[in-house]
């Protein structure tokens, strides 16, 4: 066997360890999925020092980015080599980080968790990790927790700042890699290491894994959804816009490049929700960046851009609380975002201020006009503490990325 260490005084990340502890010891497959260096890898030590409490408990850890598990190379391979290191006594806690390196990994998954005496956890950096058929193959016999960048209220733990409106500022535009905390927070050290980062994931997540000719034109469309975070575009759109800028390429084609964008956890695509019709629209979504350092790594952090940094950064925070978001669209107007959990809705409109007539007519107006009891939220970066417009609440970003 392969002998590991577990890293020293590695920050407790409760929300995601507190969702997989019930369904540690069970016969279930833990998948911890999402961007590369989002901190898969240092949820897997923690839950191996909640087990190495107990001397007992036998521990496996595969890691497919140390060379030294190059040999590890197909299903059979990682099938041969648990059943060769499991404990003959008592149950084996098998860790499995960046799995989707190996060839068909899906069946050697099927056949361990046939074992009795293996717990099995895995972490992955594509979004279709388990889908299709092993989906169907393991039905209701895993369950998949997505990790996203560090929350506002993590990244103030990590590098141990109060709340304030200089943290603030540097959570919106640093990003919340967890790596961050071994580094000064200036721009010049922090934007070096993301684009790092990013070349990493588009080089092994997106060029690599789905064979990518046309490398420019990626790395254009990239940057366009950059500077148009939060704009409501189709793939024709965008295929005609990058046609102006004399970058040619198919509208069928610009959707596959996006859909490998998603699969890398690099952006999110958010569907528009018919409030009237009640139904998805099939054309027209919103793209938001999984972490906001990158996206300004890449693109600048720019003045101009501070209404769609505050949008991606609550949409960032309702999917770290574990809500499914859509755009609402009632008839001419839009909701910012739709968000919902265990049956229950809530509105909410995003806008860098409310202290002038219009913006306050529109943002509440928008909420105002829908016809429900749900709840109903206006976010600014504006500090307000009072009474509710019509019964709509008003929160600033700092109070709501702490909720």
């Known amino acids: 066997m392969i002998s590991f260490n577990i890293p020293q005084n590695i920050h407790n990340r409760a929300h995601y360890i507190d969702r997989v502890k019930p369904f540690m010891g069970q016969n279930i497959i833990k998948v911890f999925t999402g961007q590369r260096r989002v901190g898969k890898s240092y949820l897997l030590f923690q839950l191996m020092q909640l087990l190495q409490e107990d001397p007992e408990k036998h521990l496996l850890y595969i890691n497919k980015e140390d060379l030294a598990f190059s040999f590890i190379k197909t299903a059979e391979d990682l099938h041969a ?12 806690y098998v860790f499995i980080d960046e799995i989707q390196d190996i060839q068909d990994f899906e069946a050697a998954l099927r056949s361990l968790l046939l074992r009795e005496d293996l717990d099995l956890y895995c972490t992955g950096s594509n979004a279709n990790l388990l889908s299709g058929d092993i989906a169907g193959h393991l039905s209701g016999r895993y369950i998949e927790i ?58 092994r997540d997106i060029i690599n894994r789905y064979a990518v000719r046309n490398v420019p034109f990626l790395e254009q469309l990239v940057l366009f959804l950059a ?84 949008e991606n950064a609550v949409f960032n925070h309702l999917l770290f609380k574990g809500f499914k978001v859509t755009v609402g669209k009632l008839n001419l107007s839009e909701i910012d975002f ?51 417009y019509q019964g709509i609440n008003t929160i600033d970003l700092e109070q709501f990325l702490l909720s």
């Open 81 to 92: 080599y648990v059943m060769k290191q499991k404990s003959v006594t008592g149950k084996t």
């Open 146 to 203: 997505v990790v996203y960048s560090l929350s506002y209220s993590e990244f103030l733990d990590f590098h141990v700042l109060e709340t304030s409106p200089d943290s603030l500022e540097k959570y919106l535009k640093y990003g919340g890699l967890p790596y961050l905390k071994h580094l000064p927070l200036e721009d010049g050290i922090v934007f070096e290491y993301l684009k790092n980062i990013y070349a990493t994931i588009v080089y």
């Open 227 to 310: 500077g148009h975070t939060g704009s409501v575009f189709s793939a024709k759109k965008i295929s005609d816009f990058l046609k102006s800028q004399r970058v040619n390429m198919a509208p069928n084609q610009v959707q596959t490049y996006i859909q490998y964008l998603v699969n890398a956890f690099l952006v999110h695509k958010v569907a528009r929700y018919d409030m009237i019709g009640k139904r998805i629209f099939e054309i027209g979504d919103k793209y938001y960046f999984e972490n906001l350092g990158i996206r300004n790594g890449i693109w600048g952090y720019r003045i101009e851009d501070r209404g769609k940094i505050l």
């Open 338 to 388: 739709i968000a919902e959990k265990d049956g229950e809705k809530k509105y909410f409109q995003v806008t860098l201020t409310i202290n002038d007539t219009k913006t306050l007519e529109r943002e509440f107006g928008n909420l105002v006009n829908i016809n429900d009891n749900y709840s109903k939220t206006v976010i600014t970066f504006d500090f307000f503490s009072g009474n509710t």
